[in-house]
């Protein structure tokens, strides 16, 4: 898929295999670090092998991950990061059925969770390497419709400056970049 458009999750069932706090690491871990076994991810995660098996396989069902032919033999698979558009989003509740909007609302949950946890990382992080740190915080006033503008020149930023791992260059990180808004005159 071409990174041009955005992919929005509004199958119900794509977003509830990401609704999970095991599978969210298992992408994560599949990203950062590259291809891996059941066996690996069950060591790095505290899981045994047979619950990772099963959760591999419904990232696999869904298209967020695909098996190695090539590294697999027996009972040992490869598993990698499918090919996927870089610009994912969430849907607007207002394309679920209301008895999705629980899937939504987890799949949120534990997103902020992930968020919260790297937030506690930054000054340990900053401490360790301030070049690689970066923040910026603000208000300002804007119509929706220059919200929605903005938020499509940040992600087309983020397509020119940031690199699918096959294609970084040697000295490329891979980074976590969060950007969100919300009305601030709302408690």
């Known amino acids: 898929m071409k990174d041009d458009q955005p992919f929005v999750l509004n199958d119900p069932d ?23 076994t059941s066996t690996t991810l069950g060591e790095l995660l505290g899981a045994k092998t047979g619950t990772t098996s099963y959760h591999l396989r419904q990232l696999e069902k869904y298209g967020f991950i695909e098996e190695i032919p090539e590294r697999s033999s ?72 220059e919200l929605n503008e903005f ?8 397509l020119k400056f940031g690199h699918p791992a096959d294609e970084a260059p040697p000295d490329a990180r891979p980074l976590y970049v969060r950007m969100f808004t919300l009305p601030a005159d709302e408690n």
């Not at 794509?14 to 590259?34: D, E």
């Not at 598993?79 to 209301?98: C, K, V």
């Open 14 to 36: 794509r977003l509830k295999a990401l609704a999970h706090p095991m599978r969210r690491r298992m992408l994560t871990h599949l990203n950062i670090h590259g291809p891996a």
């Open 74 to 145: 027996g009972r040992e698979r490869w598993w990698r990061r499918a090919q996927l558009p870089r610009d994912m989003r969430a849907p607007a509740p207002g394309q679920l059925s209301p008895e999705d909007q629980a899937v939504l609302t987890e799949f949120h949950r534990i997103g902020l969770e992930e968020d919260r946890a790297l937030l506690d990382r930054v000054p340990t992080a900053y401490q360790n390497d301030p070049d690689w740190v970066k923040g910026s915080r603000g208000l300002t006033r804007m119509t929706k419709e």
């Open 151 to 158: 938020h499509d020149a940040y992600v087309a930023l983020l």
